[in-house]
Nanobody, 117 residues
Framework: QVQLVESGGGLVQPGGSLRLSCAGSTNGFNFYAMGWYRQAPGKERELVATVIRAGGTNYADSVKGRFTISRGDAKNTVYLEMNSLKPEDTAVYYC???????????WGQGTQVTVSS
């Protein structure tokens, strides 16, 4: 059974920083890809950033230069370093992962990020 658990969300002022973490369990398999999506109130869930096992990354244009995704030293962990946060970054952030390039996406429960003064 695959499980993903996020942590690190919270309230931060505009211009501030937060670091999200996601730890996955897979009964011994390594995830091929891990990433983050977000969903703001009244909006569809959107891609934030992804990273594959080989190290390649992909970012939404809205977060390029401000957010950094990385895989952890521990197996099946991923981090999202968020800097220069804006009110429009406010959303529930979801960790996602796949065991193979064409495999299904697994999702965490989400963690709230609120950027407000």
């Amino acid at each position: 059974q695959v499980q993903l658990v996020e942590s690190g969300g919270g309230l931060v002022q505009p211009g501030g920083s937060l670091r999200l973490s996601c730890a996955g369990s897979t009964n011994g398999f390594n995830f091929y890809a891990m990433g983050w999506y977000r969903q703001a109130p009244g909006k569809e869930r959107e891609l934030v950033a992804t990273v594959i096992r080989a190290g390649g990354t992909n970012y939404a244009d809205s977060v390029k230069g401000r957010f950094t995704i990385s895989r952890g030293d521990a197996k099946n962990t991923v981090y999202l370093e968020m800097n220069s946060l804006k009110p429009e970054d406010t959303a529930v952030y979801y960790c996602t992962a796949r065991l193979s390039s064409l495999g299904q996406n697994y999702w965490g429960q989400g963690t709230q990020v609120t950027v407000s003064s």
